[in-house]
């Protein structure tokens, strides 16, 4: 692994300094937070704790015509009906936040529609955050516009080390009127991940990161969201996210549980967030 150090996302100050770190980035010397937390690293780090996180990974070499193999072939028909249906692509690097406070209209309403998993698909406590990723130039939001223009799908992709990873999407699937308007939105959010896949092999970003994986079989609503992913292809792998003291304030609050707790819950949304079923 190429070892890229980086000042890292700050998510807390205070009572110590706690910064976010990304597949192969590492803090810097001179920017040493008290606690690193790195998230999707192939192995587990000695002294850290250290918690697993599945995903799944649609390496991006190859042909487009290889990478279309890949899709299911009900998928592959859906792709190419949101095309004929006239549903566009836009994409924005983050430098203007508007479409951030966009996503987020669009996301608070989208969570409220799933009831089981409200508490952790909420995030306008974390907007903070996006917004910080957004400013290192590390974030960038893609939406699928419908026939008439409006704005029906969003997806927010975290950007680093020749990955990109699914952070976030949403939807009104769930207040679609009609079994027509649902199919609807369901191609325009698979043709919005084919533009994805396209548009960042296209750049030289080796891995589509699909956002996490639940390893599970009880929940059924995240069974779902793995079958959707399914369908382009791609392979589940097991990573870690972990936390570890780079201080000596960092090491002794370490292993407190609320900061367990912290990490654990993290790891959990991933499994979640980038929901569009």
Known sequence: ?????????????????????????????????????????????TG?????????LTDLAGTDSDL??????DTRTKVRRAEREGISVERYACNDLNILNDFEMLYNKFSESKPEVRDILKISVQMH????????????????MGRDGEPIVYHVFIIADGRARLLHT?????????????????????YLHWQEILHYKHHGYSQYDWGGWYPGEDNDSLVRIN?????????????????????ILGRCLLPFRTLYREIRDSASQILTRSSQL
């Not at 910064?19 to 001179?30: E, I, L, S, V």
């Not at 850290?48 to 799944?56: D, F, P, Q, V, Y």
């Not at 079958?227 to 201080?247: A, I, L, S």
């Open 1 to 45: 692994m190429n070892i890229q150090h980086n000042d890292g996302i700050i998510s807390r100050r205070w009572p110590l300094t706690i910064k976010n770190y990304w597949f192969a980035q590492r803090p810097m010397k001179h920017a040493m937070p008290d606690i690193a937390r790195i998230h999707s690293i192939p192995e587990p780090l």
């Open 68 to 73: 279309m193999a890949l899709l299911h072939r």
């Open 170 to 190: 949403a939807s009104l699937f769930r207040e679609a009127q009609s079994s027509k308007h649902r199919n609807y939105l369901g191609w325009a959010n698979r």
């Open 129 to 144: 955050i996006l917004k910080r990723i957004a400013s290192a130039g590390m974030l960038e939001v893609s939406r699928a």
């Open 227 to 247: 079958q959707f992913k399914q369908e382009f292809g791609g392979k589940v792998v097991c990573e870690y996210d972990t936390m570890y003291g780079c201080t």
């Open 48 to 56: 850290a704790i250290n918690i697993e996180s599945w995903t799944l």
